[in-house]
DNA sequence: CTGTTAGCGCTTTCAC
DNA sequence: GTGAAAGCGCTAACAG
């Protein structure tokens, strides 16, 4: 099978006693009389006949191929995204290239010039790198949270202020009265930002002293976080604080595990919120690892590719497309209702 | 930049002032003069200009483009597998075109069609489902770990027998008397399921009288693990066993959680061991869940990627290749020296 | 509605 | 070495 040549065009023609042209008509889904369209379809079938995606290609200039640019998808977070991303792909029609970038700027550069060459008709994006030179206006291009400076290109991304301010007013709600924000933040600017903002926002709403730590991301997390901890114990070991809110549901474990190896408990003593959503084992039946601003990752992956899709059809899209977060009980608060891994709908 | 027309080999030859072979005989690296070669790099740099891959592919049937046919990327044992994946394929100028078949049939068929009908140049596949039938021998396809009767088709698995064992053995060397089996496998025949003979064969190798679970992964495991309990705790709440193997991490886990939920300390009272190397949020920096036998992902990513390739070129190819398994320690067994997420590397 | 035909951009003969 | 030319399988434009 694999070894006979592949029937073409041609030889379906043959078959049914029709021209060329009727055979990509019937193909194409081009009126044409029932008579041809029956040989036609029944020659086909007798053939196993399949379009020749290069040929087609080669004449139309598309490729229903879109490449997905992540980091990598070790992180659930990005996996999810790019599970959802295909899902929503191939609902249109779509296959997807995915590209793990990974801290490879050439190989960023170089799935972005698949879509320069015509090889792939649209390019989504979630990196931390400085892909913004690459890419000029009217580029086949959406991403995910980032923002690139004096580059019009849609993007996407969950509301982190309103995020942000949601943690607080969780916390306050169950009982806290002095929340931190811990803030581990990419080099690049993005979407996610705005958490800092949404927090002191919060803060000053409620007439609180805002106090955090902000920090880079870099490998000497738990040791800035043991700082942290450290100038926040009063000499009889009571902390300042009584809430935190984390930048990621990542920070937000690692921070709880250290209060814990420190003797705080855990929702009683401290309470804490992160960031993301991320579940243990799978998204989105498993648990949450902490109490989280859960970011609705399927909604994000189909807006992105609603807004290829129409990007890629020549109309308008928005620059900026930001959807609802919404608060899960995951173990680090003392909400009593708690209901962690039910699902979204 | 993307509204103009990307420049051709033509445009090339035109600008170079050679014929339009040699610039194909440069771009694909065929002996040229020196002067030639370089009036011709020259005027590509000049063009930017780069091969158009429907064209090349119509005329050579070669895509450069890998199928990888996986349920999902929400599983995080599924999304290291494709991570490395991809990066095996990229290393040999490969791109991985991701289909999450996610138990839809049709999906994955259309997938090995592609492969069928040269549009991708092979497909690695980790399905359960019933891929069999569509494909024929010789067909460029690797599978991890299903069996289908009847077919040739190169298999990768970790050495899940060996690994049943070790998990056996590690259970006794912590102390344990009494370990059992919690199995629930897929309804497909593959090499996990050797996991039971390599239980079973330990029990007997140290004069064990074997009990175990044996159960088709559903719905209901946590019901069943609760029956499994019940009939396991003497009328004084001891348990009858004191060491755990289960089929996978995640049923390590969610066992782990009931035996706690039930009063029992883990690993004081029960100790338990997994498989598969699932971590807390990376693979593999992060923890992991409980102590496992952890297959080592990477490396068979890269081995499926090196016997397709392998394959593509017409060699010969073992039609069953087993990689070694390894313990790691996760918290969940009374090892001492504990160092769970030390990287294996 | 149907059949014919001219390319899409490339690789690969084949003479030179 | 090099240049000319024949397609790869398809779509789309055109004449019938």
Redesign the interface.
């Known amino acids: 099978?694999?070894?006979k040549k592949?029937p073409t065009m041609r030889d379906v023609a043959l078959k049914a006693g029709v021209a060329l042209g009727t055979v990509s008509k019937v193909i194409n889904n081009i009126p044409v009389s029932e008579k041809n369209r029956k040989k036609v379809e029944e020659a086909i079938a007798e053939l196993n006949y399949?379009v020749?995606?290069?040929?087609r290609?080669?004449k139309t200039?598309k490729?229903n191929?879109v490449a997905l640019i992540i980091p990598?998808?070790?992180?659930?977070f990005f996996?999810?995204f790019?599970?959802y991303i295909?899902?929503a792909l191939?609902r249109n029609g779509m296959?997807?290239?995915?590209?793990?970038a990974g801290g490879i700027p050439e190989?960023e550069e170089e799935y972005l010039?698949l879509a320069?060459?015509?090889?792939v008709d649209g390019v989504i994006a979630l990196t931390y790198s400085d892909i913004g030179k690459y890419i000029?206006d009217?580029?086949?291009l959406v991403v995910f949270d980032r923002f690139f400076e004096n580059r019009v290109i849609p993007r996407v991304a969950s509301d982190n202020f309103a995020g942000a301010c949601l943690a607080v007013e969780k916390l306050l709600e169950f009982g806290c009265k002095r929340p931190v924000y811990i803030r581990f933040h990419s080099i690049f600017p993005g979407e996610s930002d705005k958490r800092l903002a949404g927090y002191l926002h919060a803060c000053a709403a409620h007439g609180i002293e805002p106090d955090y730590l902000n920090m880079i991301e870099c490998p000497e997390n738990l040791a800035l976080m043991e700082d942290f901890l450290r100038q926040h114990q009063r000499p009889d070991k009571e902390l300042t604080f009584d809430g935190v809110f984390a930048h990621t549901?990542?920070h937000a474990?690692l921070f709880m595990e250290q209060l814990r190896q420190n003797g705080y408990r855990v929702p009683e003593d401290v309470q804490i919120i992160g960031f993301d959503g991320?579940r243990?084992?799978?998204?989105?039946a498993g648990d949450l690892?902490v109490s989280s601003i859960c970011q609705p990752i399927e909604q994000l992956a189909e807006k992105c590719v609603e807004i290829l899709m129409a990007r890629c059809c020549g109309a308008q899209v928005p620059p900026l497309t930001l959807l609802p977060v919404q608060y899960r009980y995951g173990g680090s608060t003392r909400e009593e209702t708690g209901q962690g891994s039910v699902l979204p709908r």
Not at 116 to 119: A, E, L
Not at 280 to 284: D, I, L
């Open positions: 099978m694999t070894s592949a399949e020749n995606t290069y040929a290609g080669l200039q490729s191929l990598n998808t070790l992180n659930p996996a999810t790019a599970n295909e899902s191939y296959k997807m290239l995915l590209c793990c190989k010039n320069m060459n015509n090889k000029s009217g580029f086949p549901d990542y474990f991320i243990k084992f799978r998204y989105p690892f």
